[in-house]
């Protein structure tokens, strides 16, 4: 088994002993190193967001005190939801390689592909436009600011 | 104004006025009243999944001892990413309301239309299957493990 994926694989098995979420762990590696880990950890820390990927993300960006995690592999049991992968694409990472896949992970419970599937009516049903112009204000302002560090 | 915008508004301004990140802030509304409250900390915390949305779930998940937002609204500055549009549909969040849309974020400089139109080739030229057997052995004791949490 790939070394990397073994170490994911130990951090979900902890995770489900504990009964801390789903049998989803992660790994993040540079230059051929950990250089950060995480499992899902929803049930315990009671937050829908602390899913392993973005435990591991967090991990990494603090080891390697950057948001910046160019030149990464992320290694996860489980295909990346779409959080989770919208959290890989801003952090920069350059491949995921995964266990089970959607389906599977549909087959034990989850909603992923349902989320995957969400057509773009229903997307719409589910937000609104709201004060654009004050808000269109305040991106203003940003824009105003000077030395601001981009991500 | 909406008032709750109002106040997404205000913590966006004192994420901009700190410099800890983008324009964008975030508060949870149940029942009429504000269960948390958050901004853009990418910057400050260096962590790219520190969004508005991101730590404003947070914030209401602790308040209400929860990871379920059923019955909860979301006022954010501007029209969420997709990772905070997944983390939005795990917490099981009522609806939406967004000031900006995507497309005036883009116009600011950030990604998130880029990672709406990323197409499936795209997708999988980042991420590969590997040791699915191995992560299929996990999902079957994870499944085989009584008195579980679903989420």
């Known amino acids: 088994m790939n070394e990397f994926m073994e170490q994911a694989i130990k951090e979900a098995q902890s995770g489900i002993q504990d009964r801390e979420g789903g049998p989803f762990g992660c790994v993040i590696v540079k230059d051929g190193k950990i250089v950060g880990r995480g499992h899902n950890e929803v049930v315990k820390r009671k937050d829908p967001t602390c899913h392993g990927e973005i435990m591991a993300i967090h991990d990494a960006c603090a080891a390697l005190d950057t948001f910046d995690l160019s030149g990464c592999e992320l290694y996860t049991t489980g ?64 824009l105003n600011q000077n030395g601001k560090i981009a991500y």
């Open 79 to 142: 295909e990346p939801c779409p959080m989770c992968w919208g959290a890989i694409l801003w952090a920069n990472i350059d491949h995921v390689y995964y266990g089970c896949n959607i389906q599977d992970t549909e087959e034990i419970g989850f909603r992923d592909q349902k989320m995957y599937n969400q057509s773009d009516a229903d997307k719409k049903q589910l937000k609104s436009e709201l004060d654009r112009d004050a808000c269109l204000k305040l991106y203003q302002d940003y």
